[in-house]
């Protein structure tokens, strides 16, 4: 039986100048939500969130946007999604219905950290359907990151930018 001995030597690689080192990576795709804001009273009362999108994929007509959106235009798109494209779309995070009880001895929906938990699933929940290269096609998903209203009642399976 002959020892083999693994060859360890460094892969030959293009030398690397600075701006292959420190400059934008070749495709990135940055989306976050912050800024929770509750607004109105009573029962029409509502948080939304700031949702930003940094970008340079060719496929987005923007390269930042920036919008601010509610749990139920999340909830449009998951169904969007779901209905229009071949991904399957991840869960959102849930409704609470517990939290809108009455007599709770908190704020209920409205909660500090309900909301920072919201926040936490709504961001992720974007950033896996974005990073789906079939769903980057959808219009559904453009109108939601970078129009700044949603058209709840626009249907177009798929959005090119030519």
Known sequence: MADTIADT??????????NDAYGPPSNFLEIDVSNPETVGVGRGRYTTYEVRLKTNLPIFKLKESSVRRRYSDFEWLRAELERESKVVVPPLPGKALIRQLPFRGDDGIFDDSFIEERRQGLEQFLNKVAGHPLAQNERCLHMFLQDESVDKTHHSKVYLIR
């Open 9 to 18: 030597r460094r892969l030959f690689t293009k030398p690397q100048n600075l």
